[in-house]
C-alpha cells in the first residue's frame, strides 16, 4: 500500500502524558499536513510542511504542540502534557504541491483521560 | 476560520435517489476538493475541480464550480447505501484545505 499511513491508529492517554504520533506520506509528495478532527466537525489544519521545512502553523497549535519533518519524509506530531481538550483525531495528509490533490491518512484517535 | 461551507447539514434518501449537496466559500479559491468521510475514518478524495473549470465528472459523481457565486455542488446519482458518510468541500489555497462541518447523507435501503 503506498498511500498515506499514519501510526498508532489509537492512544489513550492519562492527562498530563506526552504523546507522539507519526506519519509517512506517499513517497514523492513534498508537501504534509496535520489536521485535528472533533466529532461532527470538518477538520481543521494545524501546520504544513514543504519538504522539512515547517511553513506554517495554525493559532490552534499551542505551544504543548510541536511537529518535526527531519529529512522531509515522515513526520512526527508531539503533544506535551496532554489536557482532555486534545482528544481528537489527528489526521496526516501529503500533496505534490498546493495545487494538486491532498491524500489523508487513516488517522490517529487520541483519548486523554 | 471556516472556507467551505456544506449545506444542507444533513440528508436522509431512499435507495437509487440521487443527493445534492452545496458547498460555499468566501474569497478566491484556487482549486476545491470534495471528501467523503466514513464514521471514524480517514478522508477519501472524490473529485478536485479547478477554479477554470466548471463541471467534472467520475462516475457516479458530478461537481460544479460556480466562482461568480463562490459556490460548488456534488451530484451523487443513484445512490447506494454505501454512500452513506460524511462529505467535505475544501478549498485548496495558499497554504491548506479549510474544511467546513460537512453534510451527512443517509441512504436509506
Known amino acids: 500500500d503506498t498511500g498515506v499511513s499514519q501510526d498508532p491508529r489509537h492512544k489513550i492517554t492519562k492527562r498530563g502524558q506526552n504523546v507522539t504520533f507519526r506519519c509517512d506520506p506517499i513517497?514523492?509528495?513534498?508537501?504534509l499536513y496535520w489536521y485535528r478532527q472533533t466529532l461532527g466537525q470538518g477538520p481543521e489544519f494545524l501546520t504544513y510542511?514543504?519538504?522539512?521545512?515547517?511553513?506554517?502553523k495554525s493559532r490552534l497549535l499551542s505551544d504543548r504542540f510541536s511537529a518535526e519533518r527531519p529529512k522531509g519524509s515522515f513526520s512526527t506530531l508531539e503533544i506535551q502534557r496532554t489536557e482532555q481538550g486534545d482528544s481528537a483525531m489527528y489526521l496526516c495528509?501529503?500533496?505534490?504541491?498546493?495545487?494538486?490533490?491532498?491524500?489523508f491518512g487513516p488517522g490517529t484517535r487520541l483519548l486523554v483521560l | 476560520s471556516q472556507q467551505g461551507e456544506e449545506d444542507p447539514q444533513a440528508l436522509s434518501i431512499q435507495e437509487g435517489e440521487n443527493a445534492t449537496m452545496n458547498c460555499s466559500y468566501k474569497?478566491?479559491?484556487?482549486?476545491l476538493q470534495w471528501y467523503r468521510q466514513n464514521s471514524g475514518r480517514g478522508l477519501v478524495h472524490l473529485i478536485l475541480?479547478?477554479?477554470?473549470?466548471r463541471e467534472k465528472h467520475s462516475g457516479r459523481l458530478r461537481v460544479t464550480l460556480d466562482t461568480s457565486k463562490k459556490s460548488s455542488s456534488l451530484l451523487i446519482t443513484a445512490s447506494r447505501a454505501a454512500d452513506t458518510a460524511s462529505y467535505f468541500c475544501?478549498?485548496?489555497?495558499?497554504?491548506?484545505?479549510?474544511f467546513g462541518s460537512g453534510t451527512r447523507l443517509q441512504v436509506q435501503p
Open positions: 495528509a501529503s500533496s505534490l504541491s498546493v495545487e494538486e490533490t491532498q491524500y
Open positions: 513517497s514523492e509528495h513534498n508537501r
Open positions: 510542511f514543504q519538504n522539512e521545512a515547517q511553513l506554517e
Open positions: 474569497t478566491s479559491i484556487n482549486n
Open positions: 475541480i479547478r477554479s477554470n473549470e
Open positions: 475544501g478549498d485548496t489555497g495558499r497554504r491548506a484545505l479549510t
